[in-house]
């Protein structure tokens, strides 16, 4: 079964996202299992909305009292990764037939067959994806250093396969998430993702899927090569593997104030001519389900404000200024008694 999470806003990707793993699970033996996580209000939900997968509402998975306090803790961004470890939970306990779950943020969408995927799942517990496979070897931004405050693997994709060990796995992760899931890169805190990091120490059975193939996506496009093969498109990572594009990941893509990455300099758009053809194609995917209702609701949980992206002389007066507060904090300034 796949799960994602979502805000009311979020939906339209959400749809697309599961309307792309139905293509590609579909077998004869069964119809493929999405789920829907809202970390929304349904009230909120136009009245002629009707979703072709189950809806899970955060409030049937959390209780009042812990629904309005990390609410007024978190931004709407933190308040949905403080929320994933329940979801997952939630979704093995409601459908016990199921022995295998993938997550996948709204941003995703699968482009081939995802037996490899199942294969994993059939000898792990868990898959986790790397942001990137080999170290930059120039001077651009984002380095391997900035992965020290976000994470080394990145949350919009992890895969579990039902046991006691994934069990064991939740109950620590929800416990880490569920007050420390704010961005604080001084405090060490970043989401549900930068813990991640303990899970091949902690857990066993854990893969760590470096296929160049998996998790394609804006922080790591610099190492890999997209090929058009016929009907199929590969990819060629840093060690010269080429492998089917099994999932592409459109965050930071198909909206650039999504994600770590919002001055990242790298990629450019214009440079990667194979990128825009497949970001093209998925908007026209998310279109189908779009709704000027849907996008325009607020999300209803995290009363915090997202941190606003500025970019061009804002943006260079704001690190000019942090420049100025890092030189003051290194000068000695003499006691006057």
């Known amino acids: 079964m796949l799960l994602t999470i979502c805000t009311i806003r979020q939906l339209p990707q959400a749809l697309a996202l599961g309307t792309s793993f139905c293509h590609h699970a579909a077998t004869s033996a069964?119809?493929?299992l999405v789920l829907i996580g809202l970390?929304?209000?349904?009230?909120?939900?136009?009245?002629?909305f009707v979703s072709p997968y189950p809806i899970i509402p955060v409030k049937e998975v959390l209780t009042i009292a812990d629904l309005t306090s990390l609410s007024a803790k978190y931004t709407p961004t933190e308040f949905a990764a403080a929320c994933k470890p329940l979801f997952i939970a939630e979704a093995f306990r409601r459908f016990p037939e199921e022995d295998k779950l993938l997550y996948a943020d709204p941003s995703i969408q699968f482009l081939t067959s995802l037996s490899p995927i199942w294969e994993q799942l059939t000898i792990k517990n868990t898959?986790?994806?790397?942001?990137?496979?080999?170290?930059?070897?120039?001077?651009?931004?984002?380095?391997?250093?900035?992965?020290q405050n976000i994470g080394l693997y990145s949350s919009d994709f992890l895969g579990?396969?039902?046991?006691?060990e994934t069990d064991r796995l939740l109950v620590w992760w929800d416990d880490r998430v569920r007050d420390r899931a704010q961005i604080d890169f001084c405090e060490g805190l970043c989401l549900d993702q930068l813990w991640l990091m303990h899970v091949p120490v902690f857990f066993t059975d854990?893969?760590?899927?470096?296929?160049?193939?998996?998790h394609v996506a804006l922080w790591n496009l610099h190492e890999r090569t997209l090929l058009q093969e016929g009907n199929q498109l590969r990819v060629s990572g840093p060690d010269g593997q080429d492998q089917p594009l099994q999932f592409i990941n459109f965050k930071g893509l198909a909206n650039p104030d999504e994600g770590f990455f919002t001055h990242q300099n790298r990629f450019q758009l214009?440079?990667?001519?194979?990128?825009?053809a497949l970001l093209a194609t998925y908007r026209q995917h998310i279109s189908v389900y779009q709704s000027s209702t849907l996008v325009a609701t607020n999300p209803s949980y995290g009363e915090q404000l997202?941190?606003?992206v500025l970019r061009g002389w804002r943006y260079a007066v704001s690190q000019s200024l942090q420049g100025i507060t890092r030189f003051i904090d290194r000068v000695p300034i003499p006691v006057i008694n």
Do not use: H, Y
Request: net charge negative.
């Open 30 to 32: 069964q119809t493929p």
């Open 39 to 48: 970390v929304d209000d349904p009230a909120q939900l136009p009245a002629d």
């Open 127 to 147: 898959i986790l994806t790397p942001f990137i496979t080999a170290k930059p070897m120039d001077t651009r931004w984002p380095d391997e250093k900035f992965f």
């Open 160 to 164: 579990f396969c039902r046991s006691a």
């Open 206 to 214: 854990v893969a760590v899927v470096r296929n160049p193939g998996w």
């Open 270 to 276: 214009r440079d990667r001519p194979e990128v825009a």
């Open 306 to 308: 997202e941190p606003v």
